[in-house]
């Protein structure tokens, strides 16, 4: 018989208690699911920094049936978790059915035994309570997707396949690794082109693909491999054909090609939704990485969920993916000794088949960096994955802190893990000579020498280390720093610092988008030291990395206004306050600072009249222009030039008294029966410019077959819940966040006080 696999999306019950609530406190939730992002924050709440002020410190409680018409001796049952946040303990029927502490790492239950004819209780607890927390806001609760999955009692496991390339006189050679001593039937699917081999054998299978294409970041080609045993049990891998060579002397070549990584950092949480992000919702946030040109992705600082890699594979991103943040201290202190070798594990056999996937990560700006007892560890994590999965480097990210051995320090009870790593003392090391003896250290022991905000050493590493590639895993968005300090106030961009060196393979940004947590003080509720805001709007380094990163010729307007106020970033990471706004209604005449970002010859602004020829971009190293314009209300639109034809141009306008909201999203038509979707409302001017200073209240509902489950604003200093209907206007603009939850048609609407509302909607589905 076929396997069957049951999504337990819905039918859950929930509850908050330090034991097993009564009946009538359970209430009925939707998997996935973060019970502390709805709740209020505030100033007192337990670890309020790192978790952004959120209220976490409970026990959850979920409980669902599984119906099974019929318990057959020949069939075998599972309980499969993407993720559970954290310390889950599973019983089904009354019966333990086994659990997982480390909340980031998914695993699966055979709970054969415990399986009835008829209805089986499922019930999960889930407990928040320990400190220390993460760094970041971890969230709470079945935050990734359940199946009820049964087999027959002959099946194929997806961790014990493994798919490994070869390419040989412009073939491809797949050796396939079943798992399994029983008879496999492996088929092998191009995309668009049907069956291009197939073989049977029992324990390794050869395929062969005669004229291969090949998986990047830029063609992300993924052919299907299915697998089946005669009992009919079957499996379907999506898998890349293609070959990366990583070395100090040629750097990060794919499939022969030189590539640098153009990337990002990203925690897993999405703003309003918290830790309960859909496949869908990621979706729509990597196409807005995609537009800048970014390539590359690292996963910070934990094992994200399937569905994450699975975007990572289709849309192309080439991914530094990690087990863990800090090693025996922070919130994985309490598990390492214990649970190390088992969460890594799990990482390595989960992806180890995937295209995207080109280095291991085994740890980030660790306590003791570069004394022995910390390279005693690294040497163990390291030489496990060189065993396990020996076909990618392994690395870790440095910081760009070391300090000399002093007193022993109880990892248990520091609070703050960061602060205690990354403040200078009297045990920092200053002197180069004696930093490089610790970096060093450590790179006998990785792949990659993996450096988190360290450009301004990359020359003096490289010639100590010659023989090892360079990879900045953290960069500053804006700022490089000085061969005498890691920070410095300069024009130079850090992720452009890669392409001077053939030896630095690139660089991932710190981050993409805003995350909660990791604040800077009350009342943010997060980091907004990113590319790109909660709703997907770019900062300014968003554009001058595109401006780089693309062929496609670009030109981008912004002014610099600090009445929009302070966002609460860390000074380092902060975006210099330009905008693309042409609003000053407090000045009468005078000049403007401006910050162009393109990849034109030449550029001309257009304003009041009159035209003004800026610097050559040319002649700016870093891929924007810097000037003076004079402020004349209305419109500024500036035009670029490749040679003498206008190739591309982007326009401001003055707006004038608000009048309507307007949505701009994706076709409606587009959103499946179950999807959710983030859906932006801006208050415009009867011409349809934003008007970026209107911070009226803004109220979403749903009609139909949909339902509003979140609004925020992109604001982390906003404190209205995100479980309120309605959210006051920040830069003009306004988010919800809602469920399709049939094929009958929906309606989203918008409305404020003083304002034509907006109506998103969707007829019947035919999916």
């Given amino acids: 018989m076929h396997r069957t696999v049951l999504n337990l999306k819905d039918g859950w019950l929930f509850a908050l208690g330090m034991e097993l609530p009564a009946r009538e406190a359970f209430h009925p939730v939707h998997i996935p699911h973060d019970w502390a992002v709805t709740s209020p924050v505030s100033q007192d709440a337990p670890l309020n920094m790192a978790q952004g002020y959120f209220h976490r410190k409970e026990i959850g409680w979920y409980e669902r049936t599984v119906c099974v018409a019929e318990k057959r001796a020949d069939r075998r049952y599972f309980l499969d978790f993407g993720g559970v946040f954290e310390c889950a303990e599973v019983l089904v029927n009354g019966i333990k059915a086994g659990g997982q502490r480390y909340g980031y790492t998914p695993f699966r239950l055979d709970v054969t035994n415990l399986t009835q004819t008829g209805e089986n209780h499922i019930l999960v607890r889930v407990d928040n309570t320990r400190e220390p927390a993460d760094r970041w806001y971890s969230g709470c609760g079945i935050y990734r997707p359940v199946q009820w999955i049964e087999t027959d009692q002959t099946y194929l496991d997806e961790k014990s396949i493994l798919v490994h390339s070869i390419i040989q006189n412009g073939q491809a050679v797949l050796h396939i690794q079943t798992g399994t001593s029983f008879p496999v039937k492996a088929s092998l699917f191009a995309p668009d082109k049907g069956l291009t081999d197939e073989a049977c054998g029992c324990g390794e299978i050869t395929l062969r693909v005669i004229r291969p294409v090949f998986w990047s970041a830029e063609s992300p080609c993924l052919y299907t491999l299915s697998l089946a045993l005669e009992n009919g049990d079957a499996l379907s891998l999506h898998i890349g054909i293609r070959t990366v060579e990583i070395s100090a002397e040629k750097g990060l070549t794919v499939n022969g090609i030189p590539v640098k990584l153009r990337g990002v950092c990203l925690h897993q949480d999405m703003g309003c939704r918290g830790i309960a992000a859909t496949k869908e ?194 960069a500053y968005p804006f700022f490089v720093g000085n061969e005498a300090s890691m920070q410095n106030y300069t024009e130079c961009i850090p992720s452009f610092i890669p392409e001077k060196y053939p030896y630095v393979i690139g660089s991932y940004v710190w981050t993409g988008y805003d995350y909660l947590g990791e604040s800077m003080g009350w009342p943010s509720k997060g980091w907004t030291g990113s590319l790109l805001r909660m709703d997907g709007t770019p900062r300014v380094s968003w554009y001058i990395l595109k401006s780089r990163w693309t062929k496609e010729p670009m030109v981008y307007l912004s002014v610099l206004d600090n009445e929009l106020g302070d966002e609460f970033t860390k000074a380092h990471w902060a975006n210099p306050p330009f905008e693309g706004i042409w609003d000053f209604p407090k000045l009468h005449q005078g000049v403007l600072p401006y910050l162009i970002a393109t990849n034109c010859e030449r550029v001309e602004i257009h304003v009041g009249g009159r035209v003004l020829y800026p610097d050559l971009p040319k002649e700016k190293r870093e891929g924007y222009i810097t000037g003076f314009v004079p402020w004349v209300p209305g419109k500024i639109e500036v035009r670029g030039y490749m040679g003498k034809e206008c190739v591309c ?119």
């Fill in 649 to 767: 141009s982007h326009a401001l306008y003055t707006p004038g008294i608000s009048d309507h909201l307007v949505f701009s999203a994706r076709d409606p038509e587009t959103v499946q029966p179950g999807e959710e979707m983030l859906l932006t409302a801006s208050i415009v001017d009867f011409g349809g410019n934003l008007c970026i200073r209107d911070e009226r209240r803004v109220s979403f509902r749903a009609e139909g077959n949909a339902v509003i489950l979140a609004t925020e604003n992109s604001n982390l200093m906003e404190t209205t819940p995100y479980s309120s209907a309605s959210v006051p206007a920040w830069h003009g603009k306004a988010s919800v966040v809602f469920r399709r939850t049939g094929k009958e048609g929906f309606q989203i609407i918008a409305e404020a006080e003083g304002l034509n509302p907006a109506v998103w909607y969707a007829e019947s589905s035919s999916y």
């Fill in 281 to 474: 919702m990621w979706r729509d946030r990597l196409k807005k990485l995609k537009e800048m040109g970014c390539n590359a992705l690292r996963l910070a600082h934990h094992m994200h969920s399937n569905e994450m890699l699975d975007l990572c594979d289709e849309m192309g991103f080439y991914v530094y993916e990690e087990a863990f943040d800090k090693w025996r201290s922070g919130l994985y202190g309490r598990y390492f000794a214990q649970d190390w070798q088992h969460d890594l594990e799990a990482m390595l056999l989960r992806d180890r088949n995937r295209p995207s996937v080109i280095i291991w990560g085994v740890g980030n700006e660790v306590e003791n960096q570069g004394q022995q007892s910390m390279v005693d560890t690294l040497s163990m994590l390291t030489d496990f994955v060189h065993l396990k999965e020996p076909t990618r480097p392994v690395s870790y990210a440095m910081n760009p802190h070391f300090k000399r051995p002093g007193k022993k320090i109880d990892f248990s009870a520091v609070k703050d893990i960061q602060k205690l790593v990354d403040e200078v003392d009297n045990r920092e090391i200053d002197k180069m000579e004696e930093r490089l003896d610790c970096i060093a250290a450590i790179a006998e022991h990785v792949d990659v020498i993996s450096c988190n905000y360290q450009e301004q050493w990359f020359e003096i590493i490289h010639r100590r280390i010659p023989g090892k590639p360079i990879l900045s895993t953290e």
